[in-house]
């Protein structure tokens, strides 16, 4: 139960990071702005491991490990994710994104050996119907899009994030977590500042309270702690298990949407979350993972 609640405060507060995105995107570069979030995550991480005493990793795989992590959930989640919002609709992102989980079971399969039962995949298939039927009524919100490109970079973020998944799952367990994600963010922010120093203006932030808050909230509360949070739980629980949650991010989007903004309910809406909700509870029965026979 302790772990199912760490899941679901993870899953919250990545769904509050949309809102502060938009909050100070007007007052910074993307990238910039992305490459600001994963520095100060990565180092307020690490200067809490230093302040308990955490060791740092001493051999060249773990360091690997770590370095393919930050650029899978650091460089290409950040670079997609911050770039996608410029050229498709909320509800084509929201349904792509979503693909994760089931990228994530099929490569838990072949390198973490965790296999899904009967239940557990149907679970997974009616929580991305789900999402499908929440994202329906946005699939038009932005006409003139650019789908292909947009389509292109949130594919990126889901593959880097879906990668670095199993890779955290991996690692879990064997390094501190504060010292580990701390690690992969400033790692991974390193292409990302280069990326962004060759494509924008890093002096054309617009410091003001609204910025500030947002990168701070983004950093602090929907980085770094999301982070270590997650990396926490994977060293307890089945990658599938607990990645299957993340179809509970548009939910509680749409559940701020509904209580702070005085959107709708449809019966698409309604339907998809009934089914999401369902498929979350399949995966997670009892009995429903095993281990996949080694040949």
Same mark, same amino acid.
């Given at each position: 139960?302790?772990?199912?609640? +760490? ?27 992305? =490459? ?11 200067? !809490? ?6 060791? !740092? ?41 979503? $693909? ?9 399969? #072949? ?6 039962? @009967? ?5 997974? #298939? ?20 650019? #789908? ?6 949130? $594919? ?13 799952? *991996? ?14 963010? &400033? ?11 060759? !494509?924008?203006?890093?002096? /054309? ?27 926490? &739980?994977?060293? @307890? ?8 949650? /993340?179809?509970? &991010? ?8 509904? /209580? #702070? ?11 998809? =979350? ?12 009892? +009995?429903?993972? *095993?281990?996949?026979? @080694?040949?």
């Amino acid at each position: 139960m302790v772990h199912i609640s +760490q899941i679901i405060l993870v899953m919250f507060l990545w769904s509050i990071c949309f809102p502060l995105i938009t909050l100070g995107i007007d007052y910074a570069p993307h990238l910039t702005f992305a =490459t600001l979030r994963a520095i100060l995550a990565g180092i307020a991480l690490l200067i !809490m491991a230093a302040l308990l005493g955490r060791s !740092m990793p001493k051999n060249l795989r773990t360091w690997g490990l770590l370095s393919l992590i930050g650029f899978g959930a650091t460089t290409l989640g950040f670079l997609g994710m911050f770039h996608a919002a410029e050229f498709v609709s909320p509800g084509i992102a929201t349904v792509i994104a979503n $693909i994760q989980p089931l990228l994530a079971a099929m490569l838990a399969y #072949f390198f973490l050996q965790e296999r899904l039962g @009967k239940w557990g995949k149907w679970g997974l #298939f009616l929580g991305f119907a789900g999402i499908i039927l929440i994202a329906l009524p946005k699939f038009t919100s932005n006409g003139a899009d650019d #789908f292909s490109i947009g389509t292109a970079y949130i $594919i990126l973020a889901v593959l880097g994030i879906t990668v670095s998944n199993v890779l955290i799952k *991996k690692l879990a367990g064997t390094v501190d977590a504060l010292i580990a994600m701390g690690l992969q963010l &400033v790692l991974g922010s390193i292409p990302l500042a280069i990326i962004a120093w060759s !494509m924008e203006d890093p002096m /054309s932030i617009k410091w003001s309270f609204p910025f500030l808050f947002s990168l701070l909230s983004l950093s602090l509360f929907g980085t770094a702690l999301v982070y270590w949070l997650w990396c926490t &739980v994977l060293a @307890k629980v089945e990658l599938n298990k607990a990645n299957v949650f /993340s179809f509970l &991010v548009p939910v509680f989007g749409l559940a701020m949407g509904v /209580s #702070f903004y005085e959107e709708k309910l449809s019966w698409s809406i309604v339907v998809g =979350t009934g089914l999401t909700l369902f498929g979350i509870v399949l995966v997670n029965r009892r +009995q429903t993972m *095993k281990h996949a026979s @080694k040949p």
